[in-house]
Structures are given as C-alpha cells and as structure tokens.
C-alpha cells in the first residue's frame, strides 16, 4: 500500500524536507537535533508535550517544535490523524545570515485563535508543500522552495522569534558533539556527570559544559534526564517490568526523581500512563502508521487549507 511519506531536497540550499500524515498513536518522547516539526491535526483531539507545557490541540490546530526541544503526543480519542512537516533550521539562513537557531513559542493555535490569518496562511503554506513534494515534477524543487520561505517569512514576522543557539558550521565542533552525545546514549544508564564527558573527549569541563549549551540548546544534565526518560518511556510502554526496575535501569536513582520528571512532561504518573495505554493504541518507537495517499479526510483538508490563498 502506498503511504503518505515523502521526502524532497532542495540542493543548492542544503535543504531537505520531509512529510508525512499519520494515525496519532502513544506517547514516543523524543527531539530533533536540527530539525522544525510543524504539526497539523487534520482530524480528532491530540495531546501535545513541548517541553515542559502540554496542549490539547483539535481539528485544523497546528503546533511548531523548534530543533532540540523534547516532544510527544497521543490521541485523546480514536482516529486522530496529523499532518507533519520537517525542515531543517539552516533554512532560516536567508532570514537570518549568522546562523541562530530560533523558538517560535506562539506558533500554538487553539479554540480562540485557530483561524486567524496567521494561522490559516501557515495551514496553506504546509499545504503547498505537501502538494509539490507529493506530485513532484519538474517544478517541485521551486514551488516547496518558494513556499517554505514565504512559510518562514510568516514565522518570523508574526509569531515573536525567540533567539535560542547558534548553528555551527565548525566541523571540529559538531564532529566532537556527535562523539559526545554518542557516549551519553552508550552510557545513560550508569552514573555519568560533565567530567566523564570531558575524559573521554579530552577537553576541560568548561568547554564541554558550553559545547553542549551552544549546540544542543540544553545543559548536559537536562540533555542525560531526556535520554533516560525517553528509555524509561519505552520501558514503560513495551514491557510489564516493576516501575522501580525501569528507573534504576534508566539512571534514574530512585522512582521518585522518575516519577517527578513524568509529571512535569506528561503531566500523569508511570503508572497512570500505564494504565491507560491500550494495546490496540501501541507503535514501537519508530514505527507510524501513515495514512493512504487516498484518504478522503487528508483530501478534504488540504483542499481546505489551499482554498484559504493570502
């Protein structure tokens, strides 16, 4: 079966665009490194966690995560579906010349404000996206270009751009971050602090310490929580082990500290998220379930998002 699942380049301006439309399924905790997620929900009610702030978001609600902010979400009832777009921040550049990295914390629409023109030319941009990545052609590469700058344009224009970190086009610096962050995903579990990182990568603290702000966005021990509660999430998920067992395994010290981080990002319990999930309702981590290229409520909405034009 075909799936809604498309991929372009742009590459004369080192842009790669991804998108796809889903079933929302389990909470599956993550982030990405380089990558904006803007996410429409085209049909049912999803709950949405950026950062330490959870949404409920409806019908023809979208929601933008920048690069390095944690992120879930789950359906708060059957056959919610999303339409997902990814572009990566160096696409910024030609708004933004030194290369920062920014948040857009008002690109969240709700009841009050869901089809405000800022929105609903945000809807219509994705849209045009979509349409050209889907249908390719001759002319793809310049109307997903065109579009996604006039996307950007709006972002920068009318949703309060928050400055967060640089990029950097240092291949040293982003070569030994891999290093490091590739070590923490080794070595989560154990007891790990600033100063292993700067052992095994032969630095002082104070270098790895700024490294880790200027190009993750995070401090390392918020980095090392997210990685050990995003495997506790899959534990919690995939297994039926004793919730005590999942924390002390992930690094956490006790149940408690787990138990703290899951009420700050999902706002519930492990064992109250447990509880609730449904078996029928489980993807493992990286597994989605696209929609059909075919499916009329996908059809329906980026007909709907087209006809709103500028």
């Known amino acids: ?3 809604t699942n498309y991929e372009l380049d742009l590459p004369r301006e080192n842009i790669h665009l991804r998108c796809f439309a889903h079933n929302i399924m389990n909470y599956r905790y993550h982030w990405h490194t380089d990558e904006y ?3 429409i929900v085209l049909q049912g009610n999803q709950q949405y966690c ?3 702030d959870t949404h409920t978001l409806l019908e023809d609600d979208l929601i933008l995560t920048a690069p390095g902010n944690g992120h879930a979400s ?3 009832q059957p056959d919610t579906r999303a339409l997902v777009l990814h572009f990566p921040a160096n696409a910024l550049k030609f708004l933004n010349k030194k290369g920062y990295i920014y948040q857009f914390p008002s690109c969240l629409s709700n009841e009050g404000n869901r089809y405000e023109p800022r929105f609903c030319q945000l809807r219509f941009y994705a849209a045009q996206i979509w349409n050209a990545v889907e249908q390719g052609g001759a002319y793809a590469q310049l109307s997903a270009k065109a ?3 006039l996307l950007l344009i709006s972002l920068f224009t009318r949703f309060d751009p928050q400055q967060l970190n640089l ?3 240092d291949d040293k610096r982003r070569s030994t971050m891999r290093l490091l962050l590739t070590y923490v995903e080794e070595h989560y579990a154990e007891k790990l602090a600033l100063e292993d990182l700067a052992d095994y990568a032969q630095y002082n603290r104070t270098y790895i310490s700024t490294l880790f702000k200027q190009m993750v966005g995070i401090n390392f021990h918020e980095y090392l929580t997210r990685v050990r509660f ?3 999430l899959n534990d919690l998920t995939y297994t039926k082990d004793n919730l005590t067992d999942i924390a002390l395994r992930n690094g956490f010290p006790d149940l408690k500290t787990l138990t703290a981080r899951f009420r700050s990002t999902l706002l519930r319990t492990p064992a109250e998220y447990r509880a609730a999930l449904k078996p029928g309702d489980v993807l493992y981590e990286n597994q989605r379930q696209f929609l059909d290229p075919a ?3 996908l059809r329906q909405k980026l007909k709907e998002y087209t006809k709103i034009g500028l």
């Open 167 to 169: 990029i950097s086009e």
């Open 50 to 52: 950026r950062g330490t």
């Open 295 to 297: 499916d009329s409520v």
């Open 74 to 76: 789950t359906r708060q």
């Open 230 to 232: 995003q495997h506790a």
């Open 37 to 39: 997620e803007l996410s």
């Open 1 to 3: 079966m075909d799936q």
């Open 147 to 149: 579009n996604l700058e």
